[in-house]
């Protein structure tokens, strides 16, 4: 059984900095691409961070360039989303998700593996 587990999730107040992490299970997803995806209430999930599986290809929403880190450990099967100077609309459920590829995930919004999701809130 396939599993993404994300990790790190909580409250931090504006400008602050979490690190989520993803580890997988179930299958190996050293040649996937991995990334993170982020849904506010009342909103539809959206496109946050993605890289190739050797971590040499990365892209990022808009809204985070600059402020998110995406990295990926694949002796641990994990992948990780550094984010610094958080801001109250960064507020989300946050997803793991791993495709073969990055394009899929950054430009279609899909993926074919997806975490249960990890809630960052971020207060004003």
């Known amino acids: 059984q396939v599993q993404l587990v994300e990790s790190g999730g909580g409250l931090v107040q504006t400008g602050g900095s979490l690190r989520l992490s993803c580890t997988a299970s179930?299958?190996?997803?050293?040649?996937?691409?991995m990334g993170w995806f982020r849904q506010a209430p009342g909103k539809e999930r959206e496109f946050v961070a993605a890289m190739s599986w050797s971590g040499g290809r990365s892209r990022y929403a808009d809204s985070v360039k600059g402020r998110f880190t995406i990295s990926r450990d694949n002796t641990k099967s994990t992948v990780y989303l550094q984010m610094a100077n958080l801001k109250p609309e960064d507020t989300a459920v946050y997803y793991c998700?791993?495709?073969?590829?990055?394009?899929?995930?950054?430009?279609?919004?899909?993926?074919?593996?997806w975490g249960q999701g990890t809630l960052v809130t971020v207060s004003s």
């Open positions: 998700a791993a495709d073969p590829s990055v394009a899929t995930m950054a430009i279609s919004g899909l993926s074919e593996y």
């Open positions: 179930g299958r190996t997803f050293s040649r996937d691409a």
